[in-house]
């Protein structure tokens, strides 16, 4: 089944064509309309509520198609600037905070999600080393005096996530007029912004947000610069933020978002701190690294259940491809290149024209593989991303 995605124009979203997101739609929906002047963040694959999949052939939902939910949600994100710090709930706690506040919480479900950089992409990813973190407190004098001097000696003396908890708790719960006090200072700094690597980053921040809290998790939060084709898999309670650039973006079936920063929404600065994990480690160490099933195919598959993602690259002087798959739903997405997709259907072998911007959903009837097939005008080499449930952990 040929799909739609559901395009969401968040502010934080890339303007008008300058957006993947746009451009994506664009080529897959002849109906859609582009406005120069919107906001193009995210586009939505599969059965979530907030946004489901469209069949084209029927203009039937995609959950109503299937009868069921898919237990992962695929998305592309374009960021044109810093969405919220964030952290999202484990099982129990989703569960919890639905139940509590289901305006707020909109399912009771849990979201580890994993994103793979389509152009050069800036994230916040985890707390640093501690060592990092002190090294920014000391330097950056404004920090040191709003977190105080028991709290900043009791850090340098134990240097354990408990002493960071304290002084991150002391910048979260500060006064709004304290918090822009602080930043207003540092500003002046650009001298130790510019050895620091912070200056642009920092300022693009503070005038999106002029004053906010979250701008100061940039001295304890990992800066991750992702070239294309990297990721980046975020567990339960991993605190973190997008700043810039786009990726495909794949996670358990859930929006549930603890909020605590850059962000004009609801900020739950008690729950993310009761959430969120404290244990410093590189920004290297953040990064996910896929395995290579050959030299066209690499699997991104996350230590959850919930998804895994297959990214095939097929060279165009390649006549055809097998893919190995098993028996369950999946939602191509393709990038680049064109292909002919051959696979079994309930109604027998079909044969899609995959180009940019197609959406295919591939039944459980398609295993045990589909097929790449070189058609006319392949002269572009091939690339696409393919959600599915992760059962390469039970390989």
Not at 33 to 43: G, H, I, K, S, V
Not at 81 to 107: G, T
């Amino acid at each position: 089944m040929e799909l739609t995605g559901w395009v969401k124009n968040y502010d934080w979203g890339k303007q008008g064509i300058h957006s993947a997101v746009a451009q994506l739609a664009m080529a897959n929906d002849p109906d859609f309309t582009l406005n120069e002047q919107e906001t193009y963040a995210e586009m939505w694959m599969g059965t979530h509520i907030c946004g489901v999949s469209i069949v084209k052939e029927t203009g039937e939902t995609l959950d109503r198609v299937l009868k069921k939910d898919l237990p992962y949600l695929f998305k592309v994100l374009s960021i044109r600037k810093a969405l919220s710090i964030q952290v999202h709930p484990n099982k129990c706690e989703a569960e919890r905070l639905h139940k509590e506040r289901p305006d707020v919480y909109k399912d009771d479900n849990h979201k580890p999600e994993m994103s793979i950089a389509i152009t050069p992409f800036l994230a916040l990813v985890g707390f640093q080393p501690i060592e990092d973190i002190i090294d920014y407190i000391d330097e950056f004098q404004p920090l040191t005096h709003l977190i105080g001097e028991d709290a900043i000696c009791e850090l340098h003396e134990k240097r354990n996530s408990e002493s960071l908890k304290n002084c991150y708790e002391i910048v979260m719960r500060a006064d709004e007029a304290a918090i822009a006090k602080c930043i207003k200072a540092i500003a002046k700094d650009k001298a130790g912004l510019k050895r620091n690597k912070l200056f642009d980053i920092f300022n693009k921040v503070n005038d999106d947000f002029p004053g906010d809290v979250g701008i100061l998790c940039l001295f304890f939060l990992n800066l991750v610069r992702l070239r294309p084709g990297q990721a980046i898999y975020l567990g339960a309670n991993e605190i973190h933020a997008y700043l810039d650039g786009e990726c495909v973006e794949c996670m358990a079936c859930s929006d549930n978002v603890i909020r605590a920063g850059l962000t004009p929404k609801y900020k739950d600065v008690e729950q993310l701190i009761s959430s969120v994990i404290f244990n410093g480690a590189s920004a290297d160490a953040k990064l996910f690294i896929p395995y290579r099933i050959d030299d066209t195919v690499q699997v991104f598959a996350p230590p959850v259940d919930d998804f895994a993602v297959i990214h095939v690259a097929i060279k165009s002087s390649a006549c055809a491809y097998k893919l190995q798959i098993q028996a369950y739903g999946s939602i191509l997405l393709t990038l680049t290149g064109k292909r002919i997709l051959k696979l079994k259907t309930d109604q027998g072998i079909k044969e899609i024209t995959l180009s940019r911007g197609s959406i295919v959903y591939i039944p459980v009837e398609a295993a045990p593989e589909i097929e790449f097939l070189k058609g006319e005008d392949c002269g572009e080499d091939f690339t696409a991303y393919i959600a599915t449930y992760n059962y390469f952990r039970r390989a």
